[in-house]
């Protein structure tokens, strides 16, 4: 948690810094008229200048938006830039309420509340990020941090908007890949990189924008690359941690006063290793992706026929992973099928998984409309989608046959002003959602011999949600929020048609497809003040799920071997211990209750030098447990942390803690997790741009300084006994214009 440059902010008569709103997209369609800035001799335009989006502190848990219904958490491009890591979960998961899979260092999904895979929605500028990453926690979600321009984190559910795969929450990268503004002087730009001494990772990267008002036009480019050594543990090096990672991405938008329609391609390749018992035993498992995007996106503001405005989304993407490990010369041959596949330097291909897939999303919101009540705001919708996905094998049966999901969905939202401090929100969404493929209709067996029976067809569901919420604004720049939703999710294709092993995680996976659709009940209270030298922000929630699914250990192993359609299974301790077995798993579906809090804080102390000093805090926790009382597998334990900070118009530091207490409510299958405690400094310095010259930061970070030994529980490498990185030391800087 920290806080906003003074040169971004603005110093009151009694020294404290107010600092700059951020404003939030990504919750609700129903947008209300920004501010711009001037550009050149007049005010500028809505098609040549953004919003306000002053600098924002580096670090905080708070966003500085409280019109929001739903919790919100922000880290902004300074952030982003700050944290050592090659996913953006490595930016968010010490905030309240988030967590990470931690899987390897180039796979790390975010959990939000406990939740992840197909109920944590992924997104850049709105298009899902059209990955495979929710099959299986080894599996990286393509975007690299340095695409980020700010990471919009929606805590709890958010299906209304973005469909089944969100009922947990939505993790929005925000970029300009496709412009939306011309900048002011025709360009702006940004140079940055930075260097880990934990695992000697070096990061660099660009993005420049230019346009021209006489023409309309604005195009953008982008690219970034990074490269990280095997990293370091209190226990040395771990095997296998590196990530070899590059991208970018070109795009062109035409901009007018009432709008901008666009259009940008992106690559995204990384290459990184995953470890455990077999990198440890040199096999090196390696995941080598790649994924080519394109994206459009467009606004008109009508503001006439009853229209405020008109905005879509597309994205369409072909996405590929291979999954190669370690052999010794004629040890292993691969099927017919991959014979021409990858087998260099020793690697060979044990499984590909490919996923192509394009979206659609179109929103329109209504002029206000004046009413008894008071002014109404609303926007209508519609989402369309098409998805096809492979999960295949050359070394034994496929996990998941080519199986092919489409939806179409239409939603609604208004939001009625009754008062100045008084707003309700209502929103409703219904979709209808076909997943074909081919699976396991039932997999049993007497004594050690199993047998699958085939099932092949489609699934067919129709989810419908709904929510209301109430904002209230109270004495001394307080707000209080009051949501109630009902939501409900399809079951995802691999929920559906599992059937094998997946080497990586170690289970031999057998789908249900006959499961039906998921439905939570979720009431949520927060209190939030977000000006003023005292700033918090606080949220406590309940949800009842009916027929939460989930992947059962049964405490047997199977053979990865097919023959004649049998598969050997039995207890795992059964198996001896040089034996390749793998935990069967399958998914089922069972009652659920989850509650927890979040809580964060921060208070600007006293002046002192040319700035102010200040302290803040933060506290969160979830329990979920199933029907009967079993506790469900993977959550994360209770966090509490506090720090010191200073800032002025230039400097910015700060010391803190982040303890994680033992986790200790573990499910059957689990064993227990001891807690932990994260040390962690920071300081830089900014030198703001002015005149038209470049503003530049340039700073360090510590993170992990005590060399604390750190196992984390919802990782499922925490068995394996893998550690998460040691003490480390990032240098980070940057350069921009405009």
Known sequence: MAFATASSAQQTSAGVTELPPIEVTTPSPVVKPKRVKASGSAAASAGSAPAETPAVPPGTTLDFDDHSFAAVTVATE?????????????????????????????????????????????????????????????????????????????????????????????????????????????????????????????????????????????????GFTRHAEDYDTPRGTEPNTFVDSQGGSVGISRVWDNGFVGV???????????????????????????????????????????????????????????????HEHGEHEHEDEADDEEEEHGFSLGSRFTNKEQEARIELQHLPVGTVLGQLNGAVGAQWGNRETRGQSFEGESLLEPVETRSVAAFWFEELDLTPSLRLQAAARIEHTNVDGAGWADFSGVGDEFEADPFAGERGFTPVSGSLGVLYALPFDTVARLTGQYVERAPDAAELFSKGMHEATGTFEVGNPFLEVERATTAEIGLKKARGAFRFDASAYVTRYDGFIYRELTGQSCEGAVEGGHFHCQDSADFDAEEEVFDLVFFRQRDANFYGAELSGEVDVAPIWSGVWGIDGQYDFVNAEFEGGENVPRIPPHRLGGGLYYRDANWFARAGVLHAFDQDRIS???????????????????????????????????????????????????????????????????????
Do not use: C
């Open 78 to 222: 300074r952030d982003i830039e700050a944290t050592s890591g090659p996913t953006i979960t490595d930016t968010l998961a010490t905030k309240p309420g988030i967590a990470s899979t931690s899987f390897a260092p180039g796979a790390d999904r975010p959990i939000i509340r406990g939740l992840d895979s197909y109920r944590v929605r992924t997104q850049e500028d709105g298009v899902g990020t059209h990955d495979v990453a929710a099959i299986s926690e080894d599996h990286a979600v393509p975007i690299d941090p340095n695409a980020a321009d700010r990471i919009e984190v929606v805590r709890g559910p958010a299906t209304l908007r973005y469909g089944s795969q969100a009922i947990g929450g939505v993790v929005a990268v925000e970029n300009e890949r496709v412009p939306t503004f011309i900048p002011q002087g025709g360009v702006s730009g940004t140079v940055k990189g930075g260097a880990a001494s934990v695992d000697e990772s070096r990061d660099g990267a660009f993005k420049m924008t230019a346009g021209s008002n006489a023409t309309g036009f604005a195009v953008h480019a982008d």
């Open 264 to 326: 940008a391609f992106a690559r995204i390749e990384s290459l990184y290793g995953v470890p455990g018992e077999e990198a440890r035993e040199g096999v090196d498992p390696r995941i080598d992706m790649a994924q080519d995007k394109v994206l459009a996106r467009g606004e008109w503001r009508v503001r006439d026929f009853g229209l405020e405005a008109v905005r879509f989304w597309f994205g369409a993407s072909d996405y590929a992973h291979n999954e190669l490990a370690l």
């Open 668 to 738: 059957l299958e689990e064993i227990a997790t001891p807690g932990y405690t994260l040390v962690s400094a920071e300081v830089s310095y900014t030198l703001p741009g002015e005149n038209g010259a470049p503003g530049m930061t340039i700073g360090l970070r510590g993170e992990n300084l005590a060399d604390e030994e750190v196992l984390n529980h919802t990782s499922f490498k925490r068995r394996e006994g893998v550690l998460e990185p040691g003490a480390s030391v990032r240098l980070f800087g940057s350069i921009s214009l405009n």
